[in-house]
Each structure stands twice: as C-alpha cells, then as structure tokens.
C-alpha cells in the first residue's frame, strides 16, 4: 500500500495543525447554540481568565444530550445549563430539588452544579399579540380550547424533550399539528413575517419585547423552573466563578440578549462590558457602530483561524479515505463476490444523518473536538472513491490484463502499471467529488466543537443575523469551488503529463 505510506506522513502533519497542544490543560468552556448560553459561556471563559485560570469556549455545540456526551468524555469541563433541564432531561425526574440534591444525584456520573447565576429562564409559548387578542387567548389552555388552525415553529430541541412538546400536549390536551422543527432564531423570524403563528420562547428572549408577542401564561404550572446555574465535572474548581453567583437576574440577561441580537454586538464584547459594569452598553450610537455588516464579518480577525480549521479537517479526512477508499475499491473489483456487499455497506454508512453519526462517534471515541469530525467526514468521503476505484478499473480491457499476465508480470504488477494508471482519471475524479462534499459537509464539524467556517453560520442562525451566516456560507462556497477548480486543474496536468 505505497499510497497509504505517502499519505501518512501527511495525514499526521495534518492532524498536529488539527490538535494543538493543550500543555497548560485549560478549562473548556461550552455552550449550547442559542444566543443566551454563547454569552453565558463566554462570560464563564473571561471571569476564569480574569481569575488566573486559563480557559477556552467551545461555542455553538449541540443540544443537552451532546452536551452531557461531551462532559461525561471530557470534552468540556464546564457549561451554562438550567434546573428544569437537569431535572427532566438529564436525570429524567420531576419536581424541583434543590442544588444539593441535584449534586447528590450527579455525583455517580462524575457531575456536579454549582454557581447559580440568579435568573430563572422558563420555556413558553409565545405568539402575535394583536393574534392573541383576537382569538382571546391568554394562557395555554386557552390554546388548547381555540378553534382556528394555528401553525407552530417549535424548535428542534424542545420538539423531542422530556419537557418539551409530547408532554405539554398531553397535559393541556393540545390538538395542534406539530409541522417541522425551525432553528430557535429562525422561529422568531418566521412568527415576524406570519410563516408560523406559535413558537416555544425562552422567558429572557430579547425578541419577545421587539416583535410585540405575548407568553401565553402556563397556567397549569407544567413547566418546572429553569434556574441558570453551571453544569461543570466533579473535578473542577468552582471557586475563581463564584463572584458570578446571583449576579445576572432576569432583566440583565434580557439586556445582554438584546445587546447581540437587536444591537448586533459581539457574544465577547457583551460579556466583557457585563463583567466590567454589571449591564452591557445598548442601543447608544456606541453599540450601533459596533454592529458589523457582511463585509466587516467576512473579514473578521477569526477568518484565517477559522480557514485553517477547515481546510485541515476536509484535507486530513481525504487523506484517510483515499489511503482507505483505494484499496477497498481495489479490493470490490479483485473479487466480484464481495463487491456487492462492500458497496452496500459503505453505501449504507453515507446515508446516516451527519449530527447522529457525530453523536456516535462522540460515544466511541469519547472525545468531542477534531478527532469525531475527522472520523465523520472520511466515512461520507468513502463511498465517490470506492465506487470510481471500482469502476475505473472495471473499465480496463479484460485482455489488456491476460495479454499483460501472459507476458509473465505477476498480478500486482500489472495493477500497478497498467490498471491503476488507466483507471486514474475515473479514481481522481471520485477523490474531487470527496473533496467538494466534505467542504460543505465540514460546516457541521462545528456542533462538536471541531471550528471551521460552520462556527459563524451556526453562531449567525442563533441571533439570525444574516450577515453573520453568510460569512461562514460564502466563504466555504468560495472553498468548494476553488477545491474543485484546483482539481481540475491537476487533472489537466496529469492528462498532458500522460500524453
């Protein structure tokens, strides 16, 4: 496997760029993908730095189920969460215990609570006021008694808690249509522009107060109490945070909010003046200015970084499927009894959602970060260059290899310098089609905390900002085709080289 050998090298100089050294060991800081928990993760980084502890945030993760995967492995040290979620989610309970019970019940799975921050951020309902004076209805059971079809926007998390939207309908005796899950920032977005006519809102929601919507009352007390608290390892040093505890209460974090969302400030720029002040700066021509369009975004300071990032994980998971793919593919067209079998299964593998196969990866290697990314996308590179290796070689003249045997070179011989070589063109191109599937697909690699561009389509999808998911999403289009062009040029020069 002489391909293998060449590649290696690479592969290993690739994943040093991919996996930093972390000698100082500092505290991983994650958070979630909505607004709030970027700015309370962010917060949590600079009071640990600001107390001589070395931090870094891992922004932008995936929902409380990835988040448990990544504490419970070490992934993270450290993350802003809420009682009501501890409880039901992750413990699967009832009722509203107090912290010591909460860490007394964490304490098998290596967990601890601790620093709570002194707001309560409940989930609700909310809808168009001038709809909700219309149809007279006030508080959910209102909802549940109303007559005129209604379409919801709930996001894709509270579609599949434990106390999101299947228990809700069954306590209120909710008759209506589920529909798609949305992004929670989307959900606003559509109520706005009357795609949807009920969304699930967080209490602390900036959006609430600038779209004029009512929160349906919860008036059979179904949702528990969503303190916001720290959910961190038994192992962590809780007290550099302890200034934090009972300092953000709920108009504070709803000023924070909307200091990203309405003002357009930066999840950094936010935290650092909280810390600083107590409140962040809002709506002055200040914060304005601060807010950045497209341009400003595109050619933020994180660019370079963020480049790097991804070009590792598309350029390190090729690598792998080509020193892979090849010889599989090799191997299909070598024996024809397994070919089917093989095909299928790698076939199989390419069809698993990418968010499932980075939670199952997440389990397996138990790690969040560079190491599950790269696994993922050299899986769904796979299949476009075990499939070209098998056809490209199926496309050699079967008496170009008798009349080559019959000349007395053994089978490998006649692989090496005449299969492979004819089958080259349709193997390369299997390899470019790897190479510009994984630039799109590497954007997901940011719900695990592996960075890339995806970290400024996801952060912009949380406060929906345009601007901000077009400058991740324009320059990973410019990437795929630059890719490809690339390709296309080597391809060129590899048929003159030939000829």
Do not use: C
Not at 9 to 24: D, K, Q, T, V, Y
Not at 167 to 194: E, F, I, P, V
Not at 248 to 263: K, L, Q, S, Y
Not at 328 to 349: K, N
């Amino acid at each position: 496997m002489a391909a293998a050998r060449l590649l290696l090298p690479l592969l290993l100089a690739l994943a040093g760029l991919g996996m930093p050294a972390r000698a100082a060991e500092p505290v991983v800081v994650g958070s979630k993908r909505f607004t709030e928990s970027y700015i309370l993760g962010e917060i949590v980084r600079q009071a640990l730095v600001a107390g001589g502890v070395a931090a870094v945030h891992k922004q932008g993760l995936g929902n409380t189920a990835v988040m448990e995967q990544a504490l419970a492995a070490g992934g993270i040290d450290v993350y802003p969460e809420y009682t009501g979620t501890i409880v039901r989610e992750l413990l699967k309970q009832e009722g509203s215990p107090s912290l010591a019970q909460l860490n007394a019940a964490l304490a098998p799975r290596g967990l601890k609570v601790g620093v709570p921050l002194g707001f309560n951020n409940s989930y609700a309902l909310a809808m168009r006021e001038d709809d909700a004076q219309r149809l007279g209805i006030a508080t959910i059971s209102d909802l549940a008694r109303t007559q005129t079809p209604l379409r919801l926007g709930l996001s894709h998390e509270f579609m599949v808690r434990a106390d999101g939207w299947s228990a809700l309908q069954r306590a209120y005796g909710l008759r209506l249509a589920t529909g798609s899950g949305l992004d929670h920032g989307l959900a606003y977005q559509a109520l706005a522009a009357k795609q949807v006519d009920v969304v699930d809102a967080y209490t602390t929601d900036a959006q609430i107060a600038r779209l004029k919507l009512r929160v349906l009352r919860d008036d059979r007390n179904f949702f528990p109490r969503y303190d916001a608290l720290l959910l961190m390892r038994a192992t962590v040093d809780e007290r550099p945070l302890a200034a934090l505890a009972g300092r953000i209460d709920d108009e504070a974090m709803r000023a924070m909010n909307g200091a990203v969302e309405i003002d357009g400030r930066s999840f950094e720029a936010v935290a650092r003046e909280f810390l600083a002040r107590g409140q962040p700066a809002g709506n002055t021509p200040a914060a304005a200015a601060h807010g950045q369009g497209f341009v400003e975004r595109l050619f933020a300071p994180d660019l370079p970084r963020l480049l790097r990032e991804h070009l590792v994980l598309v350029f390190a998971s090729l690598a792998i499927a080509v020193a892979v793919g090849v010889p599989l593919g090799v191997l299909a067209h070598r024996h024809p009894r397994w070919s089917g079998t093989l095909m299928g299964l790698v076939g199989v593998v390419q069809t698993v959602p990418s968010l499932a196969l980075l939670a199952f990866l997440i389990a397996i290697v138990g790690t969040i970060g560079f190491v599950p990314a790269l696994l993922a996308l050299f899986v769904y590179a796979l299949l476009p260059i075990v499939r070209n290796t098998h056809a490209g070689l199926a496309s050699v003249p079967v008496a170009m290899r008798q009349a080559a045997l019959a000349l007395g070179l053994r089978g490998a011989q006649v692989l090496r310098s005449i299969e492979l070589p004819l089958a080259a063109p349709t193997i390369f191109a299997g390899i470019k089609t790897a190479a510009v599937l994984n630039v799109g697909l590497a954007t997901v690699a940011t719900f695990i905390g592996a960075g890339g561009l995806g970290e400024r389509i996801v952060a912009g999808l949380a406060v929906n900002d345009t601007a901000f998911m077009l400058a991740g999403a324009v320059p990973a289009a410019v990437l795929a085709l630059l890719t490809q062009w690339v390709f296309d040029g080597i391809e060129r020069w590899l048929r003159r080289s030939r000829a």
